[in-house]
């Protein structure tokens, strides 16, 4: 459901124009409320924070809290068909951390929230296969990876050998054999193998479709190749059975699936959709450790600048004791 309210979102409300405006600067009152609305993330792009001087600034400085910012969120529009979208969130500064806490206003909120509750943004995926195929002296591992498709198909992949150029010092081509079971069958006893040439990725990434072959970033894909690294599709799961090959892989067990580490933010799911295709704050406050130590709790209190058009956030704050 969510997807498609956040596709929605895109097609009636989010991208607008603001001002950018800032409250009180006297910050060294401890407990004291204080105001601060951002820029239009939409036409002046990622807007950056800094509660020591309620100040924000769309040219990133060499420290920070917190951005207010959009990032990158796949809707499915069709059946394992993917797009997408821009959707607002906080993102958090460098050695910043934030807890988030169910409260109806920022003053129900007193007291610094318990450690484990401070979580730092993950800004950066890692994929389950990725360059882990092969070794640090460039040999294939024995190893093979099974592949659940979004759409429910099942395959074992097997990495046979990779093309070399030495006058470049890079892989231009890895070789790929697999078995592919369209129904989802876990069993791969009878099943045909085939192969797939991955071409070279160095310089634009490559789209693998097991039952359509090399496809483009528009269609639906398996696998993406970038570099040597090996990335899943949206809504693809995969596992290793380590030490085999594709000839001896005959049954797998439908259990113990992984998929690649995709970016995630604390400050993200920090809105509810409603009717008119409106954002409106969840009921949340969020505390924030800065990067002077101290920790900040702040309110968002509205998405909206005066003329109405999104993508102003403004929040209230203050430090707490």
């Known amino acids: 459901m969510r997807f498609t309210l956040i596709l929605m979102m895109l097609m009636f409300t989010f991208w607008a124009c603001s001002d950018n405006s800032t409250g009180s600067d006297n910050n060294d009152n401890q407990g004291e409320a204080q105001t601060f609305q951002s820029g239009n993330v939409k036409t002046e792009g990622t807007q950056y924070f800094t509660f020591s001087t309620n100040s924000g600034s769309a040219t990133e400085p060499a420290s920070w809290d917190i951005a207010f910012s959009a990032i990158p969120f796949p809707v499915e529009i069709s059946d394992c068909n993917f797009l997408t979208i821009p959707d607002p969130a906080i993102i958090l500064g460098e050695g910043v951390a934030m807890a988030k806490v169910e409260a109806a ?38 190893d093979v990876y099974v592949v659940r498709t979004c759409g429910g198909a099942t395959a074992v992949l097997d990495i046979k050998r990779y093309d070399y150029d030495f006058m470049v010092h890079q892989i231009t081509n890895i070789v790929v054999e697999y078995k592919y079971n369209a129904d989802g069958s876990m069993d ?60 001896s892989t005959n049954t797998v067990t439908d259990a113990d699936w992984e998929s690649d580490i995709t970016p995630s933010y604390v400050g993200s799911d920090w809105y509810d959709y409603g009717e008119g ?45």
């Open 105 to 142: 206003s920022l003053d129900a909120v007193t007291d610094i929230p318990a450690a484990e509750m401070f979580m730092e943004d993950i800004t950066e995926g890692t994929p389950f296969v990725g360059k882990n195929w092969y070794d640090a002296s460039f040999e294939i591992n024995p």
């Open 188 to 247: 791969f006893s009878s099943t045909t193998v085939d192969s797939f040439a991955t071409g070279d990725a160095n310089s634009e990434p490559k789209y693998i479709s097991l039952s359509n072959g090399v496809v483009t970033a528009d269609d639906v894909y398996d696998l993406k190749v970038d570099g040597t690294s090996i990335w899943l599709g949206n809504s693809v799961a995969v596992k290793k059975i380590a030490g085999s090959d594709l000839a």
């Open 277 to 321: 295709h409106l954002l409106t704050p969840s009921d949340f406050v969020y505390v924030v450790k800065t990067i002077d130590g101290k920790y900040a709790a702040f309110e968002i209190t509205n998405y909206y600048d005066n003329e109405g058009n999104s993508g102003v956030f403004t929040i209230d704050w203050n430090y707490l004791q």
